[in-house]
């Protein structure tokens, strides 16, 4: 992708392009490719006047000339043999007629205008004369829009799909996820980063489409770049709310994560598109508008959503102070951008630090909590959808941990962990988790290879520390699922590993 700036090639000639989608022509219909420059305009009345046509001429068909198919038809022939620009006619007129057979076999563009055929000429006009001052109106345009807009991703990508139109604008995240506008394809017209109030990279606004003329990737990159501020300000007020809001943090998380783990994450729209400020057409006619949903919002927070990324946990010692209003802060000062939410009677969250950098960051966390609390991290997940089971590891160790401490689920090894949990304590509870297994297993087998295989990690493992065939394995396990248990789910599986420690 290459990024395009400054005004290179602003006093070009426009072409035909350029003027239907994003100039004096904007909502005609156009038939043809539109590459040719238009440099005069000439209102043609007669067929007989194509004779004192110059090349790169846009013909403005009026009066006889425009008088049905037919003669739009001669007309389009005779601007193929002068080179003309393109031939523009009015709908009242006749439109088209077999006109779009003839654009694409001739390489002749035609528009079809519905006003007054005479003041789509003197726009023209203005435009081919001084192509530096149309562009810079359309710029003036847009950022007029983009103003009226406000601080939403899906009205910004909105007006600027609508305004540029025949370009696909898209707003990335950092690493290239979709969030909001059209998606793409090929390679990019103009590229444009955009930083977040704090200077950290927010996201990639990204324009798809045809050159259509020298200065229109230039013009595109400006444009784009007028979007850089309101975007930045959407972050911004979501940001806002959130460090306000610990509820609104542990909705948004527990989303994230749910989406994270089902089939095509983050790839569908978030939602009906939303539509532009008023006066301004449609927000980008048909426009994946997803920048205002779950994942976009996490962006705009800041917060990690690809990997590798580590989930933490942090346990007040005290049960009377949860730790409201002071954990959530210390833990955003200590790791830096990320969800703090509320889980059980643990803080939690992820980052995108690796294991060992995170519990050191931890540690200095903990020490600067006015009340005791320990920590755990989880083993480093490749992505969101493995988030849930590095929490739970988090969980885990932060309960085994003494108040002062992190300990890291990776190092505790389940045998180390589990052992160090009160057994006696959670005997009762294990029994009601276990109690549908207990009441078919009359001789143990069910319980002792449901444990093998959570120990070990698989059955192949477990056959082998059982003594027995890896076949029988699986027939016992296909047995515990048929009492109601599945051990491929990270949360029961962690409930069933702790429930089988404690009772054997």
Same mark, same amino acid.
């Given at each position: ?12 000639? %426009? ?50 000339? *425009? ?84 601080? =939403? ?10 305004? !540029?139109?025949?370009?696909?604008? #898209? ?41 259509? =003329? ?7 990159? #400006? ?76 962006? *705009? ?38 969800? %703090? ?33 320990? #920590? ?15 929490? !739970? ?12 401490? %992190?300990?890291? #689920? ?62 029988? %394995? ?31």
């Amino acid at each position: 992708m290459t990024e395009l700036r400054g005004r290179a090639g602003w006093a070009t000639p %426009v072409t035909v392009a350029e003027l239907v989608n994003g100039g004096p022509l904007a909502g005609a219909r156009m038939y043809g490719t539109g590459e040719n420059p238009v440099r005069q305009v000439r209102i043609v009345d007669d067929l007989a006047v194509f004779g004192s046509v110059v090349p790169h001429t846009a013909v403005v068909l009026i009066g006889a000339a *425009a008088g049905g198919g037919w003669a739009v038809e001669m007309a389009m022939r005779r601007a193929w043999e002068q080179a003309a620009a393109c031939v523009i006619a009015s709908s009242a007129g006749g439109g088209a007629g077999s006109g779009e057979v003839l654009a694409e076999r001739l390489g002749v563009t035609l528009i079809v205008v519905d006003e007054d055929p005479l003041v789509t000429a003197v726009r023209v006009a203005s435009a081919a004369a001084r192509p530096e001052a149309a562009r810079t109106q359309l710029v003036a345009r847009c950022a007029t829009r983009l103003a009226e807009a406000g601080s =939403s991703a899906r009205r910004v990508l909105g007006v600027l799909n609508a305004e !540029l139109s025949g370009t696909a604008v #898209a707003f990335l995240d950092p690493y290239g996820s979709h969030l909001a506008g059209r998606r793409g394809q090929g390679h990019s017209l103009a590229e444009v980063e955009v930083p977040d109030a704090e200077g950290r990279p927010l996201g990639v606004l990204v324009a798809y489409g045809s050159f259509r =003329s020298p200065g229109w990737p230039s013009v595109v990159s #400006a444009v784009l770049a007028l979007a850089a501020a309101p975007l930045a300000a959407w972050a911004a007020t979501g940001r806002l709310a959130a460090e306000r809001d610990t509820a609104l943090q542990s909705a948004l998380a527990a989303r994230l994560l749910a989406q994270a783990t089902r089939p095509r994450a983050f790839t569908e729209p978030a939602g009906a598109p939303e539509a532009a400020p008023a006066g301004g057409g449609p927000a980008g006619a048909g426009a994946e508008e997803e920048g205002d949903g779950v994942l976009g919002r996490a962006v *705009a927070l800041g917060w990690p959503v690809a990997g590798p990324l580590t989930g933490y946990a942090v346990r007040p010692f005290d049960d009377g102070w949860d730790g409201a209003g002071v954990i959530g802060p210390v833990i955003a000062a200590s790791l830096g951008p990320g969800p %703090v939410l509320r889980r059980g009677g643990n803080w939690a969250g992820w980052s995108g630090l690796p294991p060992d950098r995170l519990a050191g960051r931890l540690a200095e966390c903990l020490r600067a909590l006015p009340a005791p609390c320990s #920590a755990g991290v989880g083993a480093q997940a490749a992505d969101l959808s493995g988030m849930e089971e590095s929490l !739970l590891g988090a969980e885990a160790a932060a309960l085994v941990s003494p108040a002062g401490v %992190v300990a890291r #689920a990776d190092r505790l090894g389940p045998a180390r962990l589990l052992a160090t949990l009160p057994a006696g304590v959670l005997r009762a509870q294990a029994r009601v988790i276990l109690g549908p297994l207990l009441a078919v297993d009359r001789e143990g087998t069910l319980l002792e290879t449901l444990a093998a295989v959570l120990d070990e990690g698989g059955a192949s493992r477990a056959a082998d520390r059982l003594g027995v065939h890896r076949n029988t %394995v699986t027939t016992r396990l296909d047995r515990i699922r048929a009492a109601g248990f599945d051990v491929d789910d990270p949360a029961t599986r962690l409930a069933l590993h702790l429930a089988c420690h404690v009772l054997r």
